[in-house]
């Protein structure tokens, strides 16, 4: 048997990874008064104890994720996220809302064409009010997954938005990587959004597609996704309205709502559903 010198047995930890120091910051003191994660989209409020506050749909720090079927209007609800975040005029289409939202918002969209995506980019817009400086879009379509991956974590991590992004989003996670059965590449794509969200202390919201006559997303990387995720939104078209319910969440979640998409092409959050407009109690929208 071929004794290893001590030096080699210590080398590939000593300089690497400075344990003592994990040991530090991931000590939980039971006595100590741990802030909750600031809060960066909100949807309503609740009560507790004679106080209202925001229920949250994501938080800084953390990712969440919208699923649903082909052509079910996960765009349309991404949009809704987006203008509800940045603020302005949102609040004629919905009562989303943005905390402390004097960041950038980065959005990815890795399946649509350049023209289509300057389409979703310019509804975000229309719906704000104003072309906001701070609202980035980019269109990924063109390039492989590895690619796509590796450039969201150049802008994340080394860019000039370094330590300065609210949101982000992407459309969709599946496409960064190359098999979304592949129980690795999920585990290593979630394990990035965990890692990205907590060093750029950000909020990280995704679309997943769900399989065909099924409620579960794509492979792997869906069931992966909704382990890890704060919040799970899933939609479900209704004749002309969107069905939006908080699937999970690790807070309070928010109560289900509808939206229709009008002849201007933009999503409004409506108060009535699709049974009312088939009985006749509510006019059909626009």
Request: glycine content about 6%; overall charge negative; charged content about 25%.
């Amino acid at each position: 048997m071929i004794e290893i010198p001590d030096i080699v047995k210590i080398q590939p930890i000593i300089g690497i990874i400075d344990y003592s120091k994990i040991k530090q910051e991931s000590f939980i003191n039971p006595n100590e008064t741990i802030q909750p994660q600031p809060i960066a989209l909100s949807l309503g409020e609740t009560e507790y104890k004679g106080n209202y506050y925001p229920i949250p749909i994501g938080s800084y720090g953390d990712f969440s994720c919208i699923v649903g079927a082909s052509k079910s209007r996960k765009t349309f609800m991404k949009s809704l996220i987006v203008a509800g975040y940045l603020g302005g005029n949102s609040s004629n289409y919905s009562d989303i809302t943005g905390h402390n939202n004097d960041k950038f918002v980065l959005e990815f969209d890795t399946e649509q064409s350049h023209y289509h995506t300057q389409r979703v980019t310019r509804r975000v817009i229309e719906m704000i009010g104003i072309n906001d400086e701070r609202y980035k879009s980019y269109s990924l379509r063109q390039y492989e997954p590895k690619i796509r991956f590796e450039f969201i974590e150049y802008m994340i991590m080394e860019s000039e938005f370094i330590n300065n992004i609210g949101l982000i989003s992407i459309d969709g996670f599946v496409d960064l990587i190359t098999d979304f059965n592949s129980l690795e590449q999920s585990t290593q794509l979630t394990e990035k959004l965990l890692q990205w969200t907590s060093k750029a202390n950000c909020h990280i919201t995704g679309i997943l597609h769900k399989n065909y006559g099924s409620s579960k997303p794509v492979g792997h990387v869906g069931s992966s996704i909704l382990k890890k995720a704060e919040t799970v939104i899933f939609i479900e078209k209704e004749n002309e309205l969107t069905k939006v319910n908080c699937e999970y969440s690790r807070n309070i979640p928010f109560d289900e709502f509808y939206f229709e998409v009008g002849n201007d092409w933009l999503p409004r959050v409506v108060k009535y559903t699709p049974k009312e407009i088939l009985n006749g109690t509510k006019n059909k929208p626009f």
